[in-house]
């Protein structure tokens, strides 16, 4: 799992799944239902909506964390891409807040099955963040950021969910 900010919606953060594999990519929220949370595709540009049974919201995201593109309600059988972007985040279909274009994202905690190494996560129900990491788990998240291609960036306060 992990959490982006927004620059332009300070106080607000996208909570997001991390599909890192190829496989997990490939299937993105394929054999989920509406209520499934967002997630995002890593090093990816491409999204197809093949054997959806919902609408999908799409973000665009390039290597600076700038949304470059946004698809709302992306009807099933269809293919959408953006060449600039290295991720993608998706999400089912819904009214309300979304990413927007132009936006700016970053990476403000990884805990969870996705986080580097396995060792930055949650401890006693509590999210570790980078702020609450030494020096040589700092470096671990940087490397992480060339996974997830999106700017990390030590935040002063804990962002509520979007």
């Not at 799409?58 to 700038?66: C, H, I």
């Not at 698809?71 to 819904?94: I, K, M, N, T, Y």
């Not at 132009?102 to 570790?128: C, F, M, N, Q, V």
Request: aromatic share 6%.
């Amino acid at each position: 799992m992990a959490r982006f900010g927004v620059d332009e919606r300070p106080g607000a953060a996208v909570e997001v799944k991390v599909l890192n594999t190829w496989a997990q990519r490939l299937r993105g929220l394929l054999g989920t239902g509406p209520e499934a949370g967002p997630v995002v595709l890593t090093r990816c540009s491409s999204v197809h909506t093949f054997g959806m049974a919902y609408d999908l919201d799409v973000a665009f995201v390039d290597a600076s964390g700038e949304v470059v593109e946004v698809v709302r309600a992306l009807p099933p059988g269809r293919v959408v891409s953006s060449p600039s972007a290295s991720c993608v985040f998706e999400r089912p279909a819904a009214g309300g807040a979304w990413l927007e274009a132009g936006e700016h994202l970053w990476t403000s905690a990884l805990w969870g099955e996705g986080a580097p190494h396995g060792e930055i996560g949650e401890r006693d129900g509590k999210i570790i963040r980078q702020e609450d990491l030494p020096k040589v788990w700092a470096a671990a998240l940087r490397g992480y950021d060339r996974v997830l291609r999106v700017p990390l960036r030590l935040h002063e306060k804990e962002q509520r969910p979007v």
